[in-house]
């Protein structure tokens, strides 16, 4: 069965800096890629980070400069360094793997930033 859990929200001031960690476990095979998504409270979910499996990424233009998205193959772990972060950055964070057939999705974790 696979699992994506993420972790490493919390509640941080504006300015200072986070890193989440989506561990997968569980047999996946092709991957395609890896996201991270956001969901603020009454907010739409944005896409927020992505990584493709040969190494790209691409970034919201809303954190761009500010986050970075990595992946560890041999742990199997996609983090995400969020740096600089606003009181706009709070909300919930998810993880999604975009696989074939199957894509996969983590339970979120909250980051809350104070002003």
């Known amino acids: 069965q696979v699992q994506l859990v993420e972790s490493g929200g919390g509640l941080v001031q504006a300015g200072g800096s986070l890193t989440l960690s989506c561990a997968a476990s569980?047999?996946?095979?092709?991957?395609?890629?890896m996201r991270w998504y956001r969901q603020a409270p009454e907010g739409q979910q944005e896409l927020v980070a992505t990584?493709?499996?040969?190494?790209?990424?691409n970034y919201a233009d809303s954190v761009k400069g500010r986050y970075t998205i990595s992946r560890d193959d041999a742990k199997n772990t996609v983090d995400l360094q969020m740096n600089s972060l606003k009181s706009e950055d709070t909300a919930v964070y998810y993880c999604?793997?975009?696989?074939?057939?199957?894509?996969?999705w983590g339970q979120g974790t909250q980051v809350t930033v104070s002003s």
């Open positions: 990584i493709r499996s040969i190494g790209t990424t």
């Open positions: 569980g047999a996946i095979v092709n991957i395609n890629a």
């Open positions: 999604k793997c975009l696989a074939y057939p199957s894509s996969y």
